[in-house]
C-alpha cells in the first residue's frame, strides 16, 4: 500500500544537525511533491516546505530558509530533510507529507509518515 | 493566519459537532481539515472545503468559502475523540489552524 516510512527518533545538542529520511512505496515517487512538517510538543503543524522528487527543486518557509534543506533519491524513492544549527525550540515531531494530487505543490497531504522525535536539549 | 474555533468542546455521543475555521484572508477554496489522535499522524479528513475522501466516514462534512470554513460531524461517535485542524494550501506559506481538542463525555 501507499506509505512513508519515516527514519528514527534523535536526541542532540544545540547546534548540532539532525537529517530525517522518509522512505516510499506504492506508488510513483517522482509524481507526488513531498511536504516536511512539524508539530512541537502540545502545539499544532507546522509547514516547513516542499521538494519535487521530479527535478529536486525545493521551496522553503522563510522561517526555515537558511537552516533547512531538502533532498530526494530517486533511486531508492527517499526523501530527506537536513536542519542545521538546532535550537531547543526545534524539540519536536517532523513529519514528511505527500500531496494528495500528482505534480500538484499547493495541495491537501493525504499520506504521512509516522513522525521522527528531534529532542534538542543540552 | 488560520484560527479556529473552539480550541475544546466536550460533546456526548450522537451529538452534532460545528468546528469553525477563519481564514485572514480569503483562500478560495484551498481549506483542508485533518484529525490527530495522540500519538499518531494526522489523517486527512475533508480537501478543498468539501471534497469527501475514501476511507472517511460519511459523517464528516465541510463548507465555506473565502475566509470561513466549517467542519461538521453529524451523530459524533466515541471513536472521533481527536484535535482537528484545518490547513490552507492557497498562500505561501501554508499553514494550520491551532486545533479543536474534541473530548467524549
Known amino acids: 500500500q501507499v506509505q512513508l516510512v519515516q527514519s528514527g527518533a534523535e536526541v542532540k545538542l544545540p547546534g548540532d544537525s539532525v537529517k530525517v529520511s522518509c522512505k516510499s512505496s506504492?506508488?510513483?515517487?517522482?509524481?507526488?511533491?513531498l511536504h516536511w512538517v512539524r508539530q512541537a510538543p502540545g502545539q499544532g503543524p507546522e509547514w516547513m516546505g516542499w521538494?519535487?522528487?521530479?527535478?529536486?527543486?525545493?521551496a522553503y518557509s522563510e522561517k526555515f530558509q537558511g537552516r533547512v534543506t531538502m533532498m530526494t533519491d530517486t533511486y531508492s524513492n527517499t526523501a530527506y530533510m537536513e536542519v542545521t544549527s538546532l535550537r531547543s525550540d526545534d524539540t519536536a515531531v517532523y513529519y514528511c507529507?505527500?500531496?494528495?494530487?500528482?505534480?500538484?505543490?499547493?495541495?491537501?497531504?493525504?499520506?504521512w509518515g509516522q513522525g521522527t522525535r528531534v529532542s534538542v536539549s543540552s | 493566519v488560520l484560527t479556529q474555533s473552539p480550541d475544546f468542546q466536550s460533546v456526548t455521543p450522537k451529538e452534532k459537532v460545528t468546528i469553525t475555521c477563519r481564514a485572514s484572508?480569503?483562500?478560495?477554496?484551498?481549506l483542508h481539515w485533518y484529525q490527530q489522535k495522540p500519538g499518531q499522524s494526522p489523517k486527512l479528513l475533508i480537501k478543498?472545503?468539501?471534497q469527501s475522501l475514501s476511507g472517511v466516514p460519511s459523517r464528516f462534512s465541510g463548507s465555506g468559502s473565502g475566509t470561513d470554513f466549517t467542519l461538521t460531524i453529524n451523530s459524533l461517535e466515541a471513536e472521533d475523540a481527536a484535535t482537528y485542524y484545518c490547513?490552507?494550501?492557497?498562500?505561501?506559506?501554508?499553514?494550520f489552524g491551532q486545533g479543536t481538542k474534541l473530548e467524549i463525555k
Open positions: 478543498y472545503t468539501a
Open positions: 507529507a505527500r500531496s494528495s494530487v500528482a505534480d500538484r505543490q499547493k495541495d491537501a497531504f493525504d499520506i
Open positions: 521538494i519535487n522528487p521530479k527535478g529536486g527543486g525545493a
Open positions: 490547513h490552507q494550501s492557497s498562500g505561501f506559506p501554508y499553514t
Open positions: 484572508q480569503n483562500i478560495g477554496g484551498s
Open positions: 506504492g506508488y510513483i515517487f517522482s509524481a507526488y511533491y
